[in-house]
């Protein structure tokens, strides 16, 4: 493995960069677009990347193919309890997104080889409980807590994934703009739960109250998936192009959308700082 090439000194600036940090999309390009190597050409083969950056994305790659495991697991004993034929079917291709997005990062961890093949063998062996991230440990205990699930936690996923957008490694970053399209069903999906429950009530299914119990449970986990506030992974990652945001940008552009959309249905955001276990 190589390290990594050094900045072109025709590396494109400005506007282009700007727009990928406020959270912004661009045209695919094949040069790298930030941190150290901006303006080279990206990875394209594992083999190419340097020993830490190939590491960081295995393991970003395991988090990341864990979760959608995990949220089947999830899924799977609500599948014929939802209220209405409608929400079944969403929840049926819910599912399915997760199932398809847990094998493309698998995709990607085959691209290391052995090392990679052994990393899927443990995901394929993860059981419900044993998951690297709390959210994904927690059942579902009424139908409630699948709309918080989808609103809240899987918006955190769309972070994470946007943050993947025209990063350093071509493989990865391809692949977003398909699990991005598809991830917006679970966030729309899951609001409209909890904005049909707060409006409508038994009419649908449940109270407001029981609405707003769910988002409580949720929204403390939902921000712990964002990671440490300091971490050095996260500095890295922006350093060698892998992730666009630190932890704490993501976590705050992620509060500064979210608080608005839960109070337009009369819900409450509980303090960011209540109930977390990952600061």
């Known amino acids: ?70 949220s089947i697991q999830q899924h799977r004993p609500w599948l014929d309890q939802a209220p209405s034929l409608e929400d079944r079917w969403v929840q049926a291709r819910i599912v399915a997104d997760e199932a398809r997005h847990g094998l493309q990062a698998c995709r990607i961890l085959r ?14 062996r993860t059981k419900e409980g044993d998951h690297k991230l709390d959210a994904f440990n927690i059942p579902f205990d009424s139908w409630a807590d699948v709309g918080a699930f989808t609103c809240l936690v899987d918006r955190v996923g769309v972070y994470q994934l946007r943050a993947f957008q025209e990063c350093a490694y071509g493989p990865l970053a391809r692949a977003m703009p398909l699990m991005l399209s598809e991830e917006q069903l679970h966030l729309n999906f899951g609001f409209n739960v909890l904005r049909r429950m707060s409006r409508d009530g038994p009419k649908y299914y449940g109270t407001k109250a029981e609405a707003q119990e769910a988002v409580n449970k949720w929204f403390p986990r939902a921000l712990d998936m964002f990671g440490h506030s300091k971490s050095a992974t996260s500095e890295n990652a922006i350093r060698w192009g892998i992730k666009r945001w630190t932890n704490e940008e993501a976590r705050a552009r992620y509060l500064l959308e979210l608080t608005p959309l839960l109070q337009s249905i009369g819900l409450e955001v509980p303090d960011p700082d209540w109930n977390r276990r990952i600061h």
């Open 111 to 124: 691209d290391f080889g052995e090392e990679g093949e052994a990393r899927i063998a443990n995901l394929l």
């Open 1 to 70: 493995m190589k390290d990594p090439p050094s900045p072109s000194p025709t590396a494109k600036k400005g506007p282009m960069q700007r727009s990928l940090k406020e959270g912004g999309t661009v045209v695919p390009v094949r040069e790298i677009l930030w941190g150290d190597s901006t303006g080279v050409h990206k990875y394209e083969t594992a083999d190419e990347l340097p020993p830490e950056m190939a590491d960081l994305i295995m393991r970003l790659m395991v988090v990341q193919a864990d979760t959608e495991y995990g």
